[in-house]
């Protein structure tokens, strides 16, 4: 078997020893990773991570192999080994991503026990060896805070566009397998978002459109994905109000879905751009691209079903709602109820669930016909309806659940969907 | 005609372009028989295995790389890979893909590269040669049984 050629990745001392398998044969394999991938990026260091956020659980794609033995299927799908090695530690302190399973309401979602099974002894054998559940993708909202220049890993591609964009925070979104490993060894590549020179904006992106809103920002985020090519770095500039939380939430989710970016500088809001010349570290940017009102309303035109219809299912919190997003949502349901033949899901983090609990924010929604559910989403757990309508206030959800059902999907903005839930029909017009 | 890259993941092979100017997703890239499952991607239906896949980048999720550890394990992986530029999802991609690899070439693919061109690419120099365009092709460097496709491959 080939293996990558090294020539370039310098080594410490520390490094060399785990490599040659001084601290087990995970670290080992898991640094033998990054020490390829390193190679393969041209990276001549490496860096210690802090921490990660990893997507760890009883996923469906790792099915791939045919095991029931949980270290085989880590050390095929996450290590890169072709030999079983026993997971002993972490190198960092780590944090569960969004999972497979909604561990406390997976009857309510339609997952089957021997999934929910398979999901717990995952989840049993990676808390053994120090995983921390936070299973959310907005890992940001729940206390994981890489601050600036801070190096980190996460397998959550807007919560680090999120994370860099926002705090300065420093992490590439290379890939499940790399980010694993790095946690593993508590080594990743010293490139691209490492490095300091690196971070600067590439591509001037004028913002000339009415962006009021979370499906605004939506949009834009779609937009500016699809409009800034692979390792390019957009700065967003113009007419643009200062954001919310949610606001970014939903912009990096579409961003990272439609394209590949993994820093953004917003002039006046992002700490690396408090000018655009600080944003280009004074240069000039390799490209400026106009964003319009055409732009977002071609965007809305071409994710999801146009025109209305019936609504069977709808799904909100893609990435997992804040406290407030679900605050809104139990305050419309106040004086209103769900359709019948309609369910709603509305996914969140546990650790935010409890707050909405407390704040009587759950019993508004369930009341009303509703759910508040966690941990997952209809994407990563397949635990949605088989109905023929479904709509969703999110791009991100939208665009990849068009590729696994062959339902009629409607997206927009919250009120849309809180709409369509409560009609049973989709109405939205314009975007 | 032979044209430069950094060398990214060793081995050498021969097969036929497939090129992806859109890329693929980082989620359900590829169906369970290797072909490109992205509603909407030009390329939708088409096989990856065996061919040599020009990738404009990557795109979406950080599964970008599981997309293509999947498709080894299930042998179906392309038979190369070259990327015009790397990012960190496509490095990622190589180590698991396991194959010849050369990205950050000095020309642009896009415009020598035409679909069902054969070419031998060298993943321990970086050196990606064309051997018979896609016109001139030669039953026994077929890789598969896919005729060359009769419009823009990837618009």
């Known amino acids: 078997m080939t293996t990558a050629s090294t020539p370039s990745v310098h080594l410490t001392d520390y490094e060399n020893r785990m490599l040659a398998g001084e601290f087990g044969r995970a670290k080992q394999k898991a640094l033998k990773f990054i020490v390829e991938y390193a190679g393969a990026l041209g990276a001549e260091h490496l860096v210690e991570v802090r921490k990660a956020q990893l997507f760890v659980g009883a996923h469906h794609y790792l099915r791939s192999i045919e095991s029931d033995d949980i270290d085989d299927v880590i050390s095929a799908m996450y290590l890169n080994s072709d030999d079983r090695v026993e997971l002993e530690g972490f190198g960092c302190f780590v944090q569960s991503d969004a999972g497979a399973v909604d561990a406390e309401r997976w009857r309510n979602l339609g997952i089957e026990p021997a999934q929910q099974m398979r999901n717990k002894l995952y989840k049993e054998r990676l808390r053994g060896v120090g995983l921390a559940e936070g299973n959310s993708c907005a890992s940001y909202l729940i206390g994981f805070v890489p601050l600036r220049g801070e190096h980190y890993v996460s397998t959550e591609s807007h919560a680090l566009l999120f994370m860099n964009a926002v705090w300065g925070a420093c992490a590439n979104a290379d890939s499940i397998e790399a980010s694993v490993c790095a946690a593993v060894c508590g080594r990743t590549a010293l490139w691209g978002m490492h490095v300091a020179e690196n971070r600067a904006g590439t591509y001037l992106i004028e913002v000339d459109a009415e962006v009021s809103s979370v499906r605004d920002w939506d949009l834009l985020g779609y937009v500016v994905g699809k409009s800034t090519p692979s390792g390019e770095i957009p700065v967003l500039s113009g007419r643009l109000p200062a954001p919310e939380v949610e606001d970014l939430k939903s912009c990096f989710a579409a961003m990272s879905t439609s394209g590949s970016a993994e820093m953004c500088h917003i002039i006046g809001i992002t700490p690396e751009a408090p000018t655009l010349a600080a944003a280009f570290t004074g240069g000039a940017p390799k490209a400026t691209i106009k964003i319009t009102d055409g732009d977002l309303q ?86 949605f309806p088989k109905v023929d309508s479904m709509a969703f206030d999110s791009i991100k959800q939208a665009k990849y659940m068009a590729s696994s059902t062959q339902a009629q999907i409607f997206a927009g903005s919250v009120d849309d969907c809180l709409v369509a839930a409560t009609a049973g029909s989709w109405k939205a017009i314009g975007r | 005609m032979r044209f430069e890259g950094r060398a990214v993941y060793p081995g050498v092979v021969e097969g ?32 990856v295995a065996g061919r040599i896949l020009v990738l404009n980048g990557s795109r979406g999720s950080t599964g970008w790389g599981t997309q293509f550890l999947k498709l080894r394990l299930h042998g179906q992986s392309p038979a190369a890979l070259l990327f015009p530029r790397t990012d960190s999802r496509s490095a990622a991609a190589c180590v698991v893909s396991r194959v010849p690899a050369v990205a950050d070439f000095d020309q642009d693919l896009f415009s020598i590269l035409n679909d069902g061109d054969m070419v031998r690419v060298d993943g321990n120099t970086g050196t990606v040669q064309i051997l018979a365009g896609a016109a001139q092709k030669d039953d026994e460097c077929d890789v598969d049984d896919e005729p060359p496709p009769s419009g823009p491959s990837d618009t």
């Open chain 1, 298 to 383: 071609r965007a809305a035109e071409e994710i999801g079903a146009q025109g209305r219809g019936p609504v069977e299912y709808v799904s909100l919190g893609c990435p997992h709602y804040s406290l407030k997003q679900i605050q809104y949502v139990a305050e419309w349901f106040r004086t209103r109820r769900v359709a019948p033949g309609v369910r709603l899901d509305v996914w969140t983090a546990p650790a935010t669930l409890e707050n909405a609990r407390s704040s009587g924010f759950v019993d508004l929604i369930t009341a009303a016909g509703g759910q508040v559910v966690t941990s997952t989403c209809p994407l990563v757990s397949q635990a």
């Open chain 2, 16 to 47: 036929r372009i497939l090129l992806a100017r859109h890329s693929v997703p980082g989620w359900n890239a590829f169906s369970e028989e290797g072909t490109i499952a992205e509603v909407g991607n030009p390329l939708y239906g088409r096989a």
